[in-house]
């Protein structure tokens, strides 16, 4: 596997665990390979299912509003899955799913080389620092073999839950921290310089 696309169709055919059986479509996850920042869910909900798209839910929207909310726009970060097939009825996915499934999220991290990796809720936090509560791990940046791991409140559990997403919205805030600063566009820099320029004429002003 490797490529992003090569891991997507081995997962379409994959049958490593039972939730092939029962799977509509599967849902690899999406993004740019060379995206900073990837977030991961924990599997594929009845409209993922549907779509063979993560995060396309009411789930999804708010993920969207939040990420508008940074100034960050869907296409370019990666947005995926602990587990690639939906779990029957929403169930947790179970051990056995999960270590058949591990091989495709790890490629897809090693592809990616992200600077940031987000967990969205309990399920894809314990994938990092197992057995730990979210609420105690949440909105907290550690590293592990060498990713950087942060993990927030899934936004499910969020979106209808008032204390919970003013402390989503909160977390969701301080990423942009944790990227670093981004490199300037080229339209961005050269509007800067010209601001720059503007405000040297005026200071000439001042001088004559
Ligand atoms: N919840 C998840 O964890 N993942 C999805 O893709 C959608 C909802
Ligand atoms: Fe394969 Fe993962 Fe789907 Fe199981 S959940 S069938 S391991 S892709």
Not at 75 to 84: L, Q, R, Y
């Amino acid at each position: 596997m490797n490529s992003l696309k090569e891991v997507a169709s081995r997962v379409a055919a994959c049958t490593d665990c039972p939730l092939s059986k029962t799977r509509t479509n599967s849902v690899p996850g999406e993004g740019p390979v060379n995206a900073e920042i990837m977030f991961i869910g924990e599997g594929p909900g009845f409209n993922e299912d549907k779509q063979g798209r993560p995060f396309v839910g009411a789930a999804g929207k708010f993920l969207e509003a939040l990420l508008e909310s940074i100034g960050i726009k869907r296409e370019e970060v990666f947005i995926g899955n602990v587990v690639k097939c939906r779990p029957p009825n929403n169930r947790d996915p179970l051990p056995l799913e999960t270590d058949a499934c591990r091989k495709y999220l790890d490629k897809q991290i090693e592809l990616i080389d992200p600077k940031l990796i987000v967990t969205l809720g309990r399920y894809a936090t314990s994938r990092f620092f197992p057995g730990q509560t979210i609420s105690a791990s949440r909105g907290r940046l550690r590293n592990v073999n060498g990713l950087n791991v942060y993990p927030i409140y899934h936004p499910a559990a969020a979106l209808h839950n008032g204390g919970f997403r003013r402390i989503i919205e909160d977390d969701f805030k301080e990423i942009p921290n944790l990227v670093g600063p981004r490199e300037m566009t080229t339209i961005e820099r050269e509007s800067k310089d010209a601001q720059q320029l503007s405000m040297f004429s005026e200071d000439s002003d001042n001088v004559r």
